[in-house]
């Protein structure tokens, strides 16, 4: 079954960092960019950035740009997001996303969400 | 602030036909690059209901349909059904941010 398994939630302190993994299942891990997504409690989703898992080459948004990492293991088919200087505004809902294999960037295999909690 | 604007709200009765605009500008949609439209059901990921503008993933009902025109973008759904309340939102990419956007968010409610 094709299907994104990301790790469980965190609580981090003002200040902190935090690494997210998503790992891919039923597919050829490198065949498929990845895309992380985040969503604070009540708001929309919002694009973080995205990463080549066959060639390693990564793009970020530029709001995150400097705190954000995303790298990847093709011995184990996982993406990992990882972002630094936490703030109480991070507080969200990751998600990493499969871009489908019929459009050059729709995501058609989502993981199942990571909270992140900032909090002191 | 997301560049993409939708209604923050729509509504219908079952079985009728209600549709959800995405309004974005000559950097994201009006330069040509396709909308995604995904739906979203409180505390789970999004959807994935239209790809490239116009096209269904496997398993989409037909009920579900997208179009595209100049700067702006719908969804329409027919025969509106009580699984259909949901949260809605478009997806395009955006040439000034160098990025992908969604749009504000749609929520849907079957009357």
């Known amino acids: 079954q094709v299907q994104l398994v990301q790790s469980g939630a965190e609580v981090k302190k003002p200040g902190a960092s935090v690494k997210v993994s998503c790992r891919a299942f039923?597919?050829?891990?490198?065949?498929?960019?990845i895309h992380w997504v985040r969503q604070a409690p009540g708001q929309g989703p919002e694009w973080m950035g995205v990463?080549?898992?066959?060639?390693?080459?990564?793009t970020y948004a530029q709001r995150f740009q400097g705190r954000v990492t995303l790298t990847r293991d093709t011995s184990t088919s996982t993406v990992y997001m990882g972002l630094t200087s936490l703030r109480s505004e991070d507080t969200a809902v990751y998600y990493c996303?499969?871009?489908?294999?019929?459009?050059?960037?729709?995501?058609?295999?989502w993981g199942q969400g990571t909270m992140v909690t900032v909090s002191s | 602030q997301s560049v993409l604007t939708q209604p923050p709200s729509v509504s219908g009765a079952p079985g009728q036909r209600v549709t959800i605009s995405c309004t974005g500008s000559s950097s994201n949609i009006g330069a040509g690059y396709d909308v995604h439209w995904y739906r979203q059901l409180p505390g789970t990921a999004p959807k994935l209901l239209i790809y490239d503008n116009t096209n269904r993933p496997s398993g989409v009902p037909d009920r579900f349909s997208g179009s595209k025109s100049g700067t702006s973008a719908s969804l329409a759904i027919t025969g509106l059904q009580a699984e259909d309340e949901a949260d809605y939102y478009c997806q395009s990419y955006d040439s000034s941010l160098s990025g992908y956007v969604f749009g504000t968010g749609t929520k849907v409610t079957v009357l």
């Open positions: 996303g499969r871009v489908a294999a019929a459009s050059p960037d729709a995501l058609d295999i």
């Open positions: 990463i080549n898992p066959g060639g390693g080459g990564t």
């Open positions: 039923g597919y050829t891990f490198t065949s498929h960019y």
